[in-house]
T-cell receptor
């Protein structure tokens, strides 16, 4: 699976949009981009995933560049409860039973 | 959506005790489940892949006799930390996905294990 690079930490003001970048320059054509987050002392929570088109759900939006070498997770109106470590993971196949490999992630702190 | 339940959420026990952690898929059947370990301020590290009806596959450096995995049914995998010692204290997390749907992998809430 392709390696990802994320900034170690970011701050965001409550109510503002949080934009979390992820670089995956070695991604291959059949690899999806997944985003999970982990709130302190809990298991990771699925947020969103995509292949090449932008995706949106009730939690967030995922913007993938045309060359697919990077992506951005957008939390449109961050709240204090969005403070967590956000993991960008690249992996083959949305239906794959393979494990997810976690990098260091980005610690997002939402400030009041 | 798919839900993974893990029990217990935390356990404290004496050194030398064996501890069993359960991972259940609540509304789907999982032929494969994954066990991760997370030390403080670190990311999740895969320990082993639990396969229903067959032996688990362990990652390099993980002792299979130390961390016993049983996946006897399609909805339950157990991880037993045998003769636990303080260095085994960690946050253990399981995950699974419904292989017959497009649902992503879901994770349990983790088990905080503290060995005194």
């Amino acid at each position: 699976d392709a390696k990802t690079t994320q900034p170690p930490s970011m701050d965001c003001a409550e109510g503002r949009a949080a934009n979390l970048p992820c670089n995956h320059s070695t991604i291959s054509g059949n690899e999806y981009v997944y985003w999970y987050r982990q709130i302190h002392s809990q298991g990771p929570q699925y947020i969103i995933h995509g292949l090449k088109n932008n995706e949106t759900n009730e939690m967030a939006s995922l913007i993938i560049t045309e060359d697919r070498k990077s992506s951005t997770l957008i939390l449109p109106h961050a709240t204090l409860r969005d403070t967590a470590v956000y993991y960008c993971i690249v992996r083959v196949g949305s239906g794959s039973a393979r494990q997810l490999t976690f990098g260091s992630g980005t610690q997002l702190t939402v400030l009041p | 959506g798919a839900v993974v339940s893990q029990h217990p959420s935390w356990v404290i026990c004496k050194s030398g005790t064996s501890v069993k952690i359960e991972c259940r898929s609540l509304d789907f059947q999982a032929t494969t489940m994954f066990w991760y370990r997370q030390f403080p301020k670190q990311s999740l590290m895969l320990m082993a892949t639990s396969n229903e009806g067959s032996k688990a596959t362990y990652e390099q450096g993980v002792e299979k006799d130390k961390f016993l995995i049983n996946h006897a049914s399609l909805t339950l995998s157990t991880l037993t930390v045998t003769s636990a010692h303080p260095e085994d204290s960690s946050f253990y997390i399981c995950s699974a996905r419904d292989p017959w749907s497009n649902q992503p992998q879901h994770f349990g809430d983790g088990t905080r294990l503290s060995i005194l």
